[in-house]
């Protein structure tokens, strides 16, 4: 142990790569526990508050009765985190550290990044009138910013 011990007090190249070895380790575990916060419930409960804010707002459309919508979403659903670099300097060897910003306790969000609306499926009453569901797609397609390709509308029986 003692050879280990009196072999880093000797040797700077040594402590330099073992610190930046240690430094490795932590920023993998940062990045992983930080990097990307992802869960099927929020992407799930995105895609209920979706559909609600669709039921309510295509529901007040001319010529609509009742309303259904359901709507596909991706499983990805994550957080950009914001990082800080480092540039640490021992006796003439350089060493990177990049890790994530805390504050509070928690890291700073660049940007959350919603799931992609893959399709939309429509069943209301009154979009048998040629109209009616034309008003349907248009509304979607504008709410949600999709393409109109994404989005079904069928007569609810």
């Known amino acids: ?3 280990i011990i009196n072999f880093f007090k ?3 190249t040594a402590q330099v790569i073992f610190i930046s070895i240690l430094c490795v380790i932590i920023l993998v575990i940062a990045i992983s526990s930080f990097n990307n916060v992802k869960s099927k419930d929020t992407v799930s409960s995105y895609a ?3 559909e609600e804010k669709l039921i309510d707002t295509l529901s007040t459309i001319d010529g609509v ?3 259904k919508v359901a709507l596909t979403v991706s499983s990805e659903n994550y ?3 914001a990082y800080e670099t480092t540039v640490k300097d021992f006796g003439g060897t350089t060493e990177t550290v990049t890790s994530p910003i805390i ?3 928690e890291p700073v969000v660049i940007k959350t990044c919603y799931p992609e609306i893959l399709g939309v499926v ?3 009453e009154g979009a048998n009138d040629y109209l009616t569901c034309f008003r349907l797609v248009e509304s979607t397609a504008n709410l949600l910013k999709i393409s109109v390709d994404k989005i079904n509308v069928y007569a609810m029986k």
């Open 1 to 3: 142990m003692n050879k």
């Open 10 to 12: 000797n040797n700077k």
């Open 48 to 50: 209920t508050m979706l």
């Open 65 to 67: 009765g009742k309303i």
């Open 79 to 81: 957080q950009e985190i």
């Open 103 to 105: 504050i509070n306790g």
């Open 122 to 124: 429509i069943v209301a």
